[in-house]
């Protein structure tokens, strides 16, 4: 059974970098494609961006640059890095599997950015 | 981007009546390959989305057959035949077609 879960600070200062890991199990990260969501206070689903193991990476236009994805075949994790925080990036962050179709996700972490 | 329209975004539904929600794209959602990825979700409080429907029609493992999807087009339904009270949740439409992905506003399911 395919299993994910975010892990990263839970509450991050404006201006600085949101760093946030996903662990899965159960599949292999070089199998499929891996995304991250994001759930705005209030509003909808985002779509950040998502990553294949070839290279293959793509992000929303949305956020301008800010955000970096890697993986990391040898522990089975995927990474999300979105820099120059503001409070508007306050969010429950989701990782997902296959984007198109996003079949499994995780629980979800709650980051705040906040001074 | 591809804004994906649902309706009604509430919804009272007596235990055991139909209901129905839509969700409308702005763009064709046609893939290259010739699968229309529109899928939908349910979220319950405090958990992540949980799929119900892929590519319009396919239901998930476990999902129980009161749940149907259609669709073409722009236009797409998601049914419930005989709503219980553990359907209770937000319901969301999602596009996987065009880049970025995107996602109904929600339709909030509620027992009358």
């Known amino acids: 059974q395919v299993q994910l879960q975010e892990s990263g600070p839970g509450l991050v200062k404006p201006s600085e970098t949101l760093s946030l890991t996903c662990t899965v199990s159960g599949d292999s990260i070089t199998r499929v494609y891996w995304a991250w969501i994001r759930q705005l206070p209030g509003k909808g689903l985002e779509s950040i961006g998502y990553?294949?193991?070839?290279?293959?990476?793509m992000y929303n236009p949305s956020l301008m640059g800010r955000v970096t994805m890697s993986l990391d075949t040898s522990k089975n994790q995927f990474s999300l890095k979105l820099n120059s925080v503001t409070a508007a990036d306050t969010a429950v962050y989701f990782c997902?599997?296959?984007?198109?179709?996003?079949?499994?996700w995780g629980p979800g972490i709650l980051v705040t950015v906040s001074s | 981007d591809v804004v994906m329209t649902q309706s009604p975004l509430s919804l009272p539904v007596t235990l055991g009546q139909p209901a129905s929600i839509s969700c409308r794209s702005s763009q064709g959602l046609v893939f290259s390959d010739g699968n229309i990825y529109l899928n939908w979700f349910l979220q319950r409080p405090g958990q992540s989305p949980r799929r119900l429907i892929y590519?319009?029609?396919n239901r998930d493992s476990g999902v129980p057959d009161r749940f149907s999807g259609s669709g073409s087009g722009t236009d797409f339904t998601l049914r419930i035949s005989r709503v219980e009270a553990e359907d209770v949740g937000v319901y969301y439409c999602m596009q996987g077609t065009h880049w970025p992905f995107s996602f109904g506003q929600g339709t909030k399911l509620e027992i009358k």
């Open positions: 990553i294949y193991y070839t290279g293959i990476i």
């Open positions: 997902a599997r296959m984007p198109r179709q996003l079949s499994h």
């Open positions: 590519m319009v029609s």
